[in-house]
């Protein structure tokens, strides 16, 4: 971003602050990210925050004062306001999210347009951020079973492979499988059941249900307690969650559910940053 703004036009060296104001209400994120953007490219300017991270803000609410040359205050300025706006954006629609929710947790997904920064947004509005890359969980996804599939064996057959060779001693702390049915899902959290005893662990399996809907949720809770499996396993609906479907995923038994609509095509939250004159010193 401070490539994107160039120079940024010129300024005096004279001292002078800034003030950042919210023209809505929501959860601050990204201090941070702004006190790493001003170290390293506009050393005259210091911050004082009247919020901290993950605080309320409402309308006309006084985020930050900022001091510096006027001149890297200027250039700062637009930098400042996309970074607080976008994150906290972020961080204020989880938190609806989350209210809404329940008792029942709700997730983003890897499907990022900032990274790691629309991850810590998320956290920051008490959502949960699932795998921060590929390397943080064994993850066995329907695509994987359709190609594993083989002649006669079918994709329940090829899933309870897969499933029986996932190496316990390294990948059953966070290991995710993804199914489409009530049979898979039956399936994978047995074969992990008779897995764990084996070895004397207590480990659960995440059983992703893929755009499965709430109601499929629902039996999948359902026969999973009936077969002695339930306490054996995370259940994630995912595919296709919205914000008005998690009345009906709050009944459904699941654990959790993840989306992308968490962090993305989400409204930055508003604000601007107001100058004042030269101050002392």
């Known amino acids: 971003m401070v490539a994107d703004e160039g120079s940024g036009g010129s300024g005096s060296s004279e001292i002078g602050e800034a003030m950042v104001v919210s023209k809505g209400s929501g959860v601050l994120c990204g201090q941070l990210v702004v006190e790493r953007l001003l170290t390293n490219h506009y050393p005259s300017c210091s911050i004082k925050w009247h919020v901290k991270e993950g605080g309320n803000i409402e309308r006309s609410f006084a985020i930050l004062t900022i001091r510096g040359e006027f001149g890297e205050l200027l250039r700062s300025e637009r930098i400042i306001l996309n970074i607080l706006g976008r994150l ?28 790691i920064l629309d991850k810590w947004a998320v956290h920051i509005g008490g959502g949960l951020t699932h795998r921060l890359s590929r390397a943080d969980a064994l993850m066995i996804k329907d695509s994987e079973v359709l190609a594993e599939s083989g002649i006669g064996e079918g994709e329940l057959g090829a899933l309870r492979r897969l499933v029986s060779g996932i190496d316990m001693e390294k990948d059953s702390e966070f290991a995710v499988v993804e199914v489409r049915t009530v049979e898979q899902a039956v399936s994978t959290a047995s074969i992990w059941q008779s897995r764990q005893r084996e070895l004397g662990g207590r480990e659960r399996v995440v059983i992703l249900l893929d755009n499965m809907g709430p109601e499929r949720g629902k039996e999948t809770s359902d026969a999973l307690e009936e077969g002695g499996l339930r306490s054996w396993c995370v259940l994630e609906g995912s595919g296709g969650v919205s914000k008005d479907s998690l009345r009906d995923w709050k009944e459904s038994g699941v654990d959790l559910v993840s989306s992308s609509s968490l962090n993305r095509g989400v409204a930055p939250l508003d604000m601007s940053m107001r100058f004042g004159g030269i101050v002392d010193g």
Do not use: E, F, Q, Y
Not at 89 to 100: E, M, Y
């Open 88 to 115: 906290s954006g972020i961080s204020t629609n989880t938190a609806n999210w989350v209210s809404l929710a329940g008792d029942m947790s709700v997730a983003c997904t890897r499907k990022v347009d900032w990274g």
